[in-house]
């Protein structure tokens, strides 16, 4: 795995990466913590696919300013670092808030991005605050791999406090539902079977407002699917490449597709 590192808005951001045949991949993680999330899943994916996890400003091993950025800001990073870097036709991957920043990137930067894939998209609007949030997080954690914990503390502890809660507040500030209908590009939506935070009702509901997605669920998984599911989320990542952004490619229009699931 190559460690990439580039100057965005004069500070480094730096990513990981296996290299692989087109399209590029390239993960976005979640609320507070870093690409660390998805590099036991980029290790699988690179062996047939371009795979990255970057870092976005003030997380992992990035640089950031001296304040939080809001979903707009960072969705501009990343734009800018894709360019720094000279990947277009991208498909972006997003977990949990990484949904929200890509969606965001996708439909005010729609020429560099062929695909998505949103993992767990966060926030459904049936539980926008903070403490409806937090529940669901309480509920959704036995269903989470105990390696977990130490990883995002330690994310935790590298972005700081401030960056952390700014994420968290940006999440559910953001209404990702108003997006959807403008993402044109074909779009994978996954959801874990045992995903307390992203019930099932929400992730149809995702589905059903993108103009182009369609539905896996994921068995034996939480919220977390790239780190707990992370060959089977590589398998219908690998799937979809190979069809629905196949053929939206070749010119033809990727519509949506029944649900399916995954082990």
């Known amino acids: 795995m190559q460690r990439i590192?580039?100057?965005?808005?004069?500070?480094?951001?730096?990513?990981?990466?296996i290299a692989g045949r087109r399209p590029p991949v390239v993960?976005?993680?979640g609320a507070g913590v870093s690409s660390r999330e998805f590099r036991p899943f980029i290790e699988v994916l690179g062996r047939r696919h371009d795979a990255w996890t970057v870092d976005l400003p003030g997380f992992g091993a990035s640089a950031g300013p001296g304040h939080p950025l809001g979903v707009r800001a960072?969705?501009?990073a990343l734009v800018e670092w894709l360019a720094a870097v000279g990947l277009d036709d991208v498909v972006l991957l997003g977990g949990s808030f990484g949904c929200q920043v890509a969606v965001d990137a996708a439909v005010r930067h729609p020429g560099r991005i062929a695909g998505?894939?949103?993992?767990?998209?966060t926030v459904d609007p049936a539980a926008r605050g903070f403490v409806r949030q937090m529940l669901r997080w309480i509920r959704n954690a036995p269903h989470e791999s105990v390696s977990m914990a130490a990883l995002n503390l330690a994310d935790y502890r590298d972005a700081g406090g401030r960056r952390v809660l700014g994420a968290f507040t940006e999440s559910l500030r953001d209404r990702i539902e108003d997006k959807?209908?403008?993402?044109?590009?074909?779009t994978l939506v996954v959801r874990g079977a045992q995903d307390r935070m992203v019930p099932q009702e929400w992730a149809e509901e995702v589905t059903r407002l993108l103009p182009a997605g369609r539905l896996a669920v994921v068995e034996d998984s939480g919220h977390m699917v790239p780190y707990r599911q992370a060959h089977a989320l590589a398998g219908?990542?690998?799937d979809f490449l190979a069809h629905e952004c196949a053929a939206a490619g070749a010119g033809g229009r990727a519509g949506p597709r029944e649900q399916r699931s995954a082990r």
């Open 180 to 186: 959807l209908p403008h993402v044109l590009m074909p």
């Open 116 to 121: 998505m894939v949103l993992v767990g998209p």
């Open 236 to 238: 219908l990542v690998v």
């Open 74 to 76: 960072l969705a501009d």
């Open 5 to 17: 590192t580039v100057a965005v808005s004069g500070r480094p951001t730096v990513a990981w990466r």
């Open 27 to 29: 993960c976005v993680h």
